[in-house]
């Protein structure tokens, strides 16, 4: 499992890279649980890191706006997100799932057809009247994305074992693999439930709150990823 961990700055980026996360994923949580950060951060991280391990940069959590979420994805890639990943937190058809993942894919690779497009849905997608996770394998490998996880939509501390099950998770992560994508998983995930993530086993795993010592709000702390990734 690749470790992906979501600083709001440069400064908490550097400490997850020293940490040992393998991808370094630039978000802002002002604006939501994928909220959109700016370009200049994301260039800054970029400029911190370097080449050393791929960049990934949150675009929102969009409603059905193709075009607003295309050029967002473009801005996150040009300003040197190697994976450019959307929620698709009001988005609740397959044909607008298609649409927008199209487009999105569309406008990243038309720029650098080695980038990558993370399509998440939401593991609490019944309480936020979302797109169903599990429609979204299919979809995503239709429009060419990359990677296909769930977040949490709403960050009330609640966290993605309490909305899908190890059952659940398990069969989404196996349809992923099974149309050639990349899994990922993320929502609040706790070290706790790391052993039950062994036995899903995701491609990647998305964190924040855990290496802020259990508050997303707090700072990220090298020595938490640190340990993090040796449990993985
Ligand atoms: O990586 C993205 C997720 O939103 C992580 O945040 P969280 O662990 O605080 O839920």
Redesign the pocket.
């Known amino acids: 499992m690749k470790l992906?961990?979501?600083p709001i700055n440069k400064e908490e980026a550097i400490a997850a890279h020293n940490g040992g996360a393998d991808i370094i994923?630039v978000?802002n949580p002002k604006e939501g649980?994928?909220g959109a950060n700016f370009p200049w951060v994301i260039r800054s991280v970029k400029e911190a890191i370097g080449s050393e391990k791929p960049i990934s940069a949150t675009i929102g959590d969009f409603n059905y706006k193709p075009g607003t979420a295309s050029l967002a994805a473009l801005g996150a890639a040009a300003a040197g997100a190697q994976y450019v990943k959307v929620g698709l937190f009001d988005v609740r058809t397959e044909d607008q799932a298609l649409e927008m993942l199209t487009n999105i894919n569309r406008a990243v690779k038309d720029y650098d057809p080695s980038k990558k497009v993370v399509a998440s849905g939401y593991s609490d997608y019944k309480r936020i009247n979302s797109i169903s996770p599990f429609l979204l394998p299919a979809i995503g490998a239709k429009a060419g994305v990359d990677v296909v996880m769930v977040?949490?939509g709403i960050?009330d501390g609640r966290s993605t074992f309490e909305f899908m099950s190890e059952e659940e998770l398990m069969r989404f992560t196996g349809s992923i693999r099974d149309v050639g994508l990349e899994s990922a998983l993320?929502?609040?995930?706790k070290f706790e439930d790391l052993p039950v993530l062994r036995r899903i086993r995701p491609d990647i795993i998305?964190?924040?709150?855990?290496v802020?010592g259990g508050d997303?709000t707090a700072c990220i702390q090298q020595e938490l990823v640190e340990k993090l990734k040796n449990m993985i």
């Open positions: 992906l961990v979501s994923d978000k649980s994928l977040d949490t960050k993320a929502g609040t995930l998305g964190i924040r709150g855990m802020c997303r």
